[in-house]
């Protein structure tokens, strides 16, 4: 069954320059990983500063696999102490 994972993350305005490239590394590395189906990354047009990413994964192992990996564990913790505070992931599954 496939899952999406949404992750939020709000950077102060004078910072959002430095958090982009990091996404998009991310993001690249993400696009290699088995499992990886597809994604998106959305900025907030109302609020600056915020950013979400949509990605959809063949299974939730898949997603664990990667979201626990050190690869991307490494490029995390620049962007966590980035924004100041650990990063949240939401799962969903479709009904």
Known sequence: MTVKIVIKR??????EKELLP??????????????????????RIDQPGETVVVSTWKTV?????WVN????AALQNKIDILL???TKYEIYSHI
């Open 84 to 86: 100041g505070q650990e």
């Open 61 to 65: 192992e898949d997603w664990n696999r």
């Open 22 to 43: 990091l996404i998009k590394e991310l993001r690249i590395l993400t696009t290699r990983q088995n499992g990886y189906i597809s994604g998106e990354t959305l900025k």
């Open 69 to 72: 990996s050190q690869e991307r």
């Open 10 to 15: 709000k950077v102060s305005k004078d910072r």
